[in-house]
């Protein structure tokens, strides 16, 4: 007994000193929920945290600059050429360009990495299919010229910018051709490697990763482009707003990604801590499905829209994460449409309930994902729907059960988010305007679907749009569209996020994009 | 142990053998059923939990045929049977493992809490049961019930976030959530999955000293609670001994009061006891799930708790099965035991 005493109070003193509490100058320490990651493989990445991870660890063919949209610029493809027919883009490939893991990056390379998104077909791939290319097709559509010149031939003369910002999504990435077929199994085309594994040539590296843990990057050596500044970066998996603060305020961490209005509110009055804002394209909208004999009704859909408190909700539960916005395209997006013009009026909200003959009201369910701050939304929406008779049952639910029913249309109103796949209008006009089969076992599910809006007119309108090759053209088009969405849809468009990133004063250039997947490590400094 | 082996006794003991082992495959596969039967009733997507959000009706189909949910229900839990008893539970969404390699990676985490927690909650427990049973009525009697009283109602996450705030927070005495701090993450390569012997076998005496000191606070605070435990349940055993009336007669025989109490009461409370442990170190084992969440602890009740939230089925079910039977083993261990240590029991 007493030699374990001993033993005991031996070890105490080998351990209690008091804890570092700062990280080490050449490592960029992260907070993030980065649960939602299922895939590294740009062929299949398709969530917020793992496009960031893509945007920081590949190089992509094409890049816009962060500050402004509609300048883009040169990535892996040094240059290009689109044909006067509007079919044939023809790239000039950088030379020079050498993976991580030391092989030279060449036509090849990327003439594979194109067609991998369209074989594997995975989620993104349709950011690329939407072109005309099929599994069958590529041979044709994706070819190389020579060692550093690609063509690539789309089904119809789309407006340029449509498939160039195609390429800077995720999509664009090139991946390490020797390195992933190295690694390729029943012909996965590497995919199972890639999931976990790395194949990139971007600023940093992929060291370590475990899922719903931890991601391990670490710098480059074989960059072509500016160096990174710092050695390593760590996103370390934490779910809890309120752990996420205390690792920062304690300098544990250098950065937190997750925290709720209330923790940022409290971090205010911390000289140690900066706050960074952006607009990002996601929006919050309540989705009204078509097949409910109450939601159906033109007069109820114009009315729910008047029973939302927007400004209150962006002053209190939203405070700073969310600005005002009601339309389907994102401020920052060409022919974004900035008119607001539903506010809270229950007074002309009944007199739309009683012209559609339902003066006191109905009872109908909300489908709600029980995440802040979606609840704390449905919560508002229900008090002030319940001031013009509209009872609301909440059904609370995790994201995934959400999901399925919606994408079962099983709902009456979903609340939700979306967010844009590509920085082109088209990413959310497709979803939300356009719906070119409205039946059950319909091929194309875009939310208009999902939410049972047949809108033959308005599809039409909305292709018509994306082969408007003038932009000034193109843009007043995706502002008329949105002007009669705003009226007749059943979508309520609320708010559009904006990204807060909480981290220590001595943080520098940690660049935070409009999209989720430009957020960038390369230039920071501590 | 002295008696003769004759026939009559070992076919007993091979009866008895058989009827636990029949027992045991019953209760497994019970088991297997409701987890197979929860995996399939949940109203979650687990082909939507693969293919993302945005996926096409026919990369949706595909995986749906993929995952075997086109077969009939009967022919797909014998399929689960089949692959559970080779161990292959299937491969996790999240991690794109198979989902038994990702359980051999966390369990080292949780295993390391549940023995220091356990050796805690041993020595404190049983000394502190003892002492409150021999002073029973007392005001330390008192102290006692009311400490195991607080580890069988206090809820664990919110001690394990007081503790936080108090001892990370505010005093700055011990380091926050996780197994070391992060920067010191993937410096040291997994040889046996266990932190402490990995920095050592790495040489890493910084990254040592940090995961010990990374262990106090959850340790302590699983230990509290397998202490409360532990003295709750000595107390009791001890006080229906005190009561015996062989104890009355050593002590008329002028027997010393200590090996009245740690050598005939405790001897025959030994038995009990071991049950005790055993069953409470199979909870601890379990992943205290609450424990690992406010700590960020990347072990078993971690790794479930991520899986329920991402509908990564698969490894819900292997998880729970693992834990399963886990408790199935600590049960037939401490069974087993029983019989060694009380002749009775044979």
Redesign the interface.
């Known amino acids: 007994m007493r030699t374990l005493f001993l033993f005991v109070f031996a070890l105490s003193l080998l351990v209690i000193q008091t804890a570092q509490a700062s990280t080490p100058k050449d490592i960029l320490v992260m907070a993030f929920n980065i649960d939602e990651i299922i895939s590294l493989d740009p062929a299949g990445i398709f969530e917020f945290a793992s496009a960031e991870y893509a945007a920081n660890a590949y190089d992509r063919l094409i890049n816009y600059n962060v500050d402004n949209v509609s300048a883009i610029y040169p990535g892996i493809a040094e240059s290009w050429e689109i044909s006067d027919d509007g079919l044939t883009y023809t790239f000039k490939i950088r030379n020079g360009v050498s993976f991580a893991s030391g092989n030279k990056l060449s036509a090849d390379d990327v003439v594979f990495s194109l067609r991998r998104v369209v074989l594997l077909d995975k989620s993104p791939a349709f950011i690329l299919t939407q072109f005309g290319f099929t599994p069958e097709n590529v041979k044709k559509t994706i070819t190389k010229v020579d060692d550093y010149t690609v063509k690539i031939i789309v089904d119809q003369a789309y407006a340029p910018s449509f498939f160039l910002y195609c390429l800077t999504s995720t999509a664009g990435s090139v991946v390490d051709k020797k390195e992933v077929m190295a690694h390729e199994k029943d012909g996965d085309l590497g995919h199972g490697w890639l999931k976990t594994g790395y194949a990139g040539s971007g600023p940093y590296t992929l060291r370590t990763w475990k899922a719903s843990e931890i991601i391990i990057l670490d710098a480059n050596k074989n960059y072509w482009g500016d160096a990174p500044q710092l050695k390593r970066v760590i996103i370390r998996h934490i779910v809890g707003s309120a752990s996420q603060r205390m690792l920062l305020e304690k300098g544990d961490v250098d950065m937190a990604r997750n925290l709720t209005a209330d923790d940022l509110k409290s971090l205010e009055s911390n000289k140690d801590i900066k706050i960074q804002k952006r607009a990002k394209g996601r929006i919050y909208y309540l989705g009204l499905n078509q097949k409910n004999k109450y939601l159906k009704i033109p007069e109820v859909r114009q009315a729910l829209k008047y029973l939302i408190d927007y400004k209150g909700m962006e002053q209190s539960i939203l405070r700073g994460k969310a600005t005002l916005h009601q339309a389907f395209l994102p401020e920052g997006f060409l022919g974004a449409l900035e008119e607001t013009p539903f506010s809270l009026d229950i007074e002309k909200a009944k007199a739309l309930l009683k012209k559609a003959g339902f003066e006191n009201g109905f009872t109908v369910n909300m489908d709600t994902r029980s995440a802040e701050p979606v609840t704390s939304m449905a919560l508002s929406i229900q008090s002030t729907f319940a001031k013009a008779g509209i009872k609301v049952e909440i059904i609370p639910g995790d994201g995934k059960q959400t999901l399925t029913k919606y994408r079962a249309r099983r709902h009456d109103i979903y609340i939700g988010d979306w967010g844009p796949d590509y920085m082109d209008p088209h990413t959310n006009a497709d979803t939300f305007a356009r719906n070119p089969d409205n039946s059950n076992d319909a091929k194309f599910k875009p939310l208009a679907w999902r939410n049972a809006w047949d809108i033959p007119e308005m599809t039409r309108k909305t292709d018509a749009a994306v082969l408007e090759r003038d932009t000034a053209k193109r843009a007043q088009m995706y502002l008329d569209l949105q002007r009669e969405h705003q009226r007749v849809s059943p979508f309520v468009v609320m708010f559009q996020d904006i990204e807060v990133v909480a981290e220590r004063a001595n943080v520098k250039n940690f660049i935070l994009g409009p999209s989720f997947d430009s957020n960038f490590y390369q230039y920071t400094t501590k | 142990m002295s008696e003769l082996l004759t026939r009559t006794t070992l076919v007993r003991t091979l009866k008895q053998t058989v009827r636990i082992l029949v027992m045991l495959a019953t209760t497994f596969l019970g088991l297997l059923l409701i987890t197979f039967l929860i995996g399939r009733v949940v109203?979650?997507?687990p082909v939507?939990?693969?293919?993302?959000?945005?996926?096409?009706?026919?990369?949706y189909e595909n995986a749906r045929i993929a995952m075997g949910l086109d077969l009939p229900l009967w022919k797909q839990f014998l399929i689960y049977i089949g692959n559970v008893v080779t161990g292959d539970f299937g491969t996790?969404?999240?991690?794109?493992?198979p989902v038994i390699d990702d359980i051999l990676r966390v369990f080292p985490a949780t295993f390391e809490l549940a023995v220091t927690a356990t050796v805690i909650g041993i020595?404190l427990g049983i000394p502190l049961g003892i002492f409150s049973a021999v002073k029973q009525g007392s005001f330390w009697d008192h102290v006692m019930r009311v400490i195991g009283l607080f580890g069988h109602s206090l809820p664990i996450f919110w001690l394990g976030?007081m503790g936080?705030m108090f001892f990370?927070?505010r005093l700055?005495?011990?380091?926050?959530?996780?197994r070391v701090?992060?920067?010191y993450?993937?410096i040291v390569t997994p040889v046996t999955g266990f932190l402490m012997i990995d920095s050592i076998l790495a040489g890493e005496w910084e990254i040592f000293?940090n995961a010990?000191?990374h262990l106090?606070l959850p340790a302590s605070l699983l230990g509290y609670y397998s202490m409360a435990y532990l003295l709750r349940m000595t107390r009791s055993f001890m006080i229906e001994q005190l009561r015996q009336e062989y104890i009355l007669t050593a002590r008329v025989k002028g027997v010393k009061e200590w090996n009245v109490i740690w050598g005939h009461a405790l001897g025959n409370c030994a038995i009990p006891l071991i049950t005790v442990i055993a069953l409470s170190f199979g909870t601890l084992l379990e992943g205290s799930v609450l424990t690992e969440?406010v700590f960020?602890w990347?072990g078993l009740g971690l790794?479930l708790t991520?899986s329920l939230?991402?509908?990564d089925m698969n490894a819900v079910l292997g998880s729970t099965i693992v834990v399963g039977a886990i408790f199935l083993g600590v049960n037939l261990f401490s069974d087993f035991l029983y019989k060694v240590v009380d002749p009775r029991a044979r």
């Open positions: 109203p979650i997507d939507l939990a693969v293919v993302g959000d945005k996926a096409s009706p026919q990369v996790s969404v999240l991690t794109a493992n020595v976030l936080l990370y927070v700055d005495l011990l380091p926050g959530p996780g701090d992060i920067f993450e993937g000293r010990v000191y106090i969440t960020a990347p790794y991520n939230l991402n509908a």
